[in-house]
């Protein structure tokens, strides 16, 4: 009701008295070292409070963002170097004070009076840049003279291979069929309602930070904002309502969070900023670019008899996450059934902004190469497109099923599923709708695909349920919503559990001062976790009030 009746709060609907505003200056170079910043005649402009340039951060003692990389945490696979180097992290920097390594970096941060007065400033801060060469694809940064984006580290932050090289080698020798595919996945972003918006204040009395921000979990950001100034965990607060729009785009902290909450402290005063939908298109953190060469062998009769695949996951400029790549490891072999694989994964650095999960996370690409593989065997070898999928889908006498590259599949009924799929899409009839479109002079095709995911994210979650003396129920919960209604699946789901009307439950997800720990939103996780905590929480209720009476 409170969101269809106006009462809802987006991130720039955030106002607070003797709120300040900012604008930031941002790199048109790829890559470039930042040889001086003169903001002189940006502080001289009328209404200016403050100019803030990387070497400010480095002097208030900012700390890098502490992105949650990974290489992988069981019961996904886990990438280790071949070489047995650990895999290492490409710092982000709230304002980088050494060089540019995407456009769009965020060189000086400006705060004013008024946007007009900020956006006016920005563009008296003289930057002198000193260009470097920049590589922007995946697969050219693997170069041997290709542009270096830091000294003390490699293009290449993994390089690893999954499952049976000796084997897969056997398996294609053997085989009767080979089909190759290279492609690339290309680069996508969110393009959410609102373009990310931020608030920052400051308590000087009690030395405490606040920010108010659209994100995809607030205490993730609390946590990593404690982790940039320095502070205990307790002395940050974090606080979203309605976000417009997030998939895995906000998932991440971004560098604007930090720096009005840092520009708050420098000010005194709050202060906001708001991204133009151009800046979101640069910075928003973005998605996919995964450069594939794969290989599919198949027996005379069209079984799948083992997968060869290279994927080269373009990570951008820092090292925001490897779960892309990871995930689409795992799942390389979708779910068919294939006896054996070997999959080199590398995950390479390059002068574009960084990708990190974003709509299922690596899965949809490989999901991609493998059916196109199939679709090109089928077209190669004489075979047909559905009965070569049938043929190979794993069944469900092998279930719990594990794939060569060591993920378990509990159950399914693939062939089933298919089946429906193409009897509600009408299959059989396609022939009689593509010859009435070459009537109208349109061409029409139909394709098909088999999809598997893995979902669930990160499995930390905490419900806690209190019946107030009025009846009333509160329901604190760690996920946070980004458009599914929790306020109103989550209250039917306790006013069941617990017998009472649905509108005397309340859920509360939106702020770290009552919230203490949580997941977020991603991966599919807020119900399924989210609905085993509650119903934990509410059978416990249920005990205690059996015992009471």
């Known amino acids: 009701l409170r969101l269809v009746t106006g009462r809802g709060t987006y991130s720039d609907d955030f106002n607070f008295p003797g709120q300040t505003y900012a604008a930031m200056v941002r790199s048109p170079h790829a890559h470039a070292r930042i040889r001086s910043i003169d903001t002189a005649e940006a502080r001289a402009m009328p209404g200016v409070l403050a100019v803030l340039t990387g070497q400010d951060a480095l002097a208030d003692g900012l700390k890098r963002i502490p992105h949650l990389a990974a290489p992988g945490t069981p019961p996904d696979i886990v990438l280790h170097n071949r070489d047995g180097s650990p895999v290492p992290v490409a710092p982000h920097h709230v304002l980088p004070a050494d060089r540019v390594r995407h456009v769009g970096t965020a060189v000086a941060f400006v705060i004013a009076e008024t946007i007009a007065q900020a956006k006016d400033a920005a563009e008296k801060v003289v930057v002198d840049y000193e260009p470097l060469p920049a590589v922007t694809q995946g697969i050219a940064s693997l170069a041997k003279d290709a542009p270096r984006l830091y000294d003390d580290l490699p293009n290449v932050m993994i390089d690893a291979e999954v499952g049976d090289a000796a084997a897969t080698d056997a398996a294609f020798l053997a085989a009767a069929h080979v089909t190759r595919l290279e492609t690339w996945v290309n680069r996508v972003t969110g393009v959410p309602m609102e373009p990310r918006s931020a608030v920052g204040l400051y308590d000087k009395e009690t030395d405490r930070y606040t920010l108010y921000a659209g994100s995809g979990g607030i205490v993730r950001q609390k946590r990593e904002l404690s982790q940039i100034f320095g502070v205990p965990f307790e002395s940050v607060r974090v606080v979203t309502q309605e976000i417009g729009g997030n998939f895995g785009t906000r998932n991440?902290?971004?560098?604007?969070?930090?720096?009005?909450?840092?520009?708050?402290?420098?000010v005194g005063r709050p202060v906001k900023w708001t991204a133009e939908r151009h800046e979101a298109f640069v910075t928003d953190y973005m998605g996919r670019d995964l450069t594939v060469s794969a290989e599919l062998a198949l027996d005379a009769e069209g079984r799948f008899l083992a997968l060869r695949s290279s994927n080269i996951s373009n990570v951008g400029a820092h090292s925001g996450s490897y779960v892309p790549l990871v995930k689409g490891v795992g799942l390389a072999t979708s779910g068919y059934r294939i006896p054996v694989s070997h999959i080199k994964a590398r995950a390479v650095l390059s002068s574009t902004m960084c990708t990190t999960p974003y709509r299922s996370a690596g899965r949809p690409e490989v999901i991609y190469v493998m059916e196109r593989l199939i679709d090109k065997a089928a077209q190669e070898h004489g075979f047909d497109r559905v009965a070569l999928r049938k043929r190979n889908l794993i069944?469900?006498?092998?279930?719990?099923?594990?794939?060569?590259?060591?993920?378990?599949?509990?159950?399914?009924?693939?062939?089933?599923?298919?089946d429906r799929a193409m009897e509600l899409g009408d299959w059989k009839g396609f022939k009689k709708r593509r010859a009435e479109a070459r009537k109208r002079k349109k061409l029409r095709g139909i394709g098909l695909c088999s999809y598997l995911e893995t979902t669930g994210g990160y499995p930390r979650e905490r419900a806690d349920i209190t019946v107030q003396p009025q009846g009333k129920v509160d329901v604190v919960v760690g996920t946070l919503s980004s458009g599914q209604s929790h306020e109103t699946t989550f209250a039917q789901c306790v006013a069941e559990w617990l017998g009472v009307p649905f509108d005397d439950v309340n859920i509360f997800e939106f702020d770290t001062d009552i919230v203490k720990e949580g997941g977020g939103s991603h991966s599919a996780r807020s119900m399924r976790l989210a609905g085993i905590v509650m119903g934990n929480a509410s059978d416990s209720i249920v005990e205690k009030g059996k015992k009471i009476a």
């Open 252 to 266: 991440s902290f971004f560098p604007e969070f930090a720096m009005v909450v840092w520009g708050a402290k420098r």
């Open 395 to 418: 069944p469900p006498s092998a279930f719990p099923y594990q794939n060569p590259q060591g993920i378990t599949y509990d159950n399914g009924t693939y062939r089933v599923v298919m």
